[in-house]
């Protein structure tokens, strides 16, 4: 009985992650265009950290449904699932960090040109 309720829990628990995450992508993804549209500078980086956060709670549903898989090959497709989003979110990451990194130098350098024509 207590082992139905867990699977429950977990179930739902899963479907509601999966939801989640998908729903900040879209998000992220509509909102990104829109700013692409009006040309804004940090497009790149707002449309990454919402796939990067998009990512991570279809991630936490995965790992949730560990605990309802009773099969090796299950357990084989789930940790496959896993690495490639964990994957990809450390690609995601990286290249949030070079964006932001490239933003601060060229902010640095319009400062110093401002500075240099004074």
Request: neutral net charge; glycine residues 8%; charged residues 30%.
């Amino acid at each position: 009985m207590m082992e139905a309720i867990l699977h429950n829990i977990a179930n739902m628990a899963i479907v509601l992650f999966e939801f989640i995450g998908v729903g900040i992508i879209i998000y992220s993804g509509i909102r990104g265009f829109i700013k692409w549209l009006r040309r804004a500078g940090d497009t790149k980086i707002y449309l990454a950290k919402g796939l990067a956060m998009g990512l991570e709670f279809k991630m936490g549903s995965e790992i949730l449904r560990t605990v309802v898989v009773r099969e090796w090959k299950e357990i084989g497709i789930v940790a496959g699932i896993i690495a490639l989003r964990a994957a990809l979110t450390f690609l995601i990451h990286w290249e949030i960090k070079e964006e932001e990194r490239t933003s601060e130098q060229e902010s640095e350098d319009k400062k110093s040109a401002a500075e240099a024509e004074k």
